[in-house]
């Protein structure tokens, strides 16, 4: 199982973005798909999670700011994140929940600076 992230870049305070990822290989059933952040010196943390059947939780920081979305046909899973700060700067990767088994992309640098 592969996953694919895109989308992030560099954006001013107050922007937004969209980060994307895709699974391919062999997939029978995603459960959980996540989006995590890290920055150096800093443990991974949990962005936002959405279940198989679309019920979603985010970190406390997010605040109302995000949005995770997923295409279960697609194996996809996307974030639209709005009213970016740059405490938000990290890079940013996404997972998913196979049959107990967790599986990580490659991870995409997000910058909010002006």
């Known amino acids: 199982v592969q996953l694919q992230a895109s989308g992030g870049g560099l954006v001013q305070p107050g922007g937004s973005l969209r980060v994307s990822c895709a699974a391919s290989?062999?997939?029978?059933?995603?459960?959980?798909m996540y989006w995590y952040r890290q920055t150096p010196g800093k443990q991974r943390e949990l962005v936002a999670v959405?279940?198989?059947?679309?019920?979603?939780n985010y970190g406390d920081f997010v605040k109302g700011r995000f949005t995770i979305s997923r295409n279960n046909a697609k194996s996809a899973v996307w974030m639209q994140m709005n009213d970016l700060k740059p405490e938000d700067t990290a890079i940013y990767y996404c997972?998913?929940?196979?049959?107990?088994?967790?599986?990580w992309g490659q991870g995409t640098q997000v910058t909010v600076s002006s």
């Open positions: 997972s998913a929940r196979i049959k107990s088994i967790m599986y």
């Open positions: 290989g062999s997939i029978h059933s995603i459960s959980d």
């Open positions: 959405i279940g198989e059947a679309g019920g979603v």
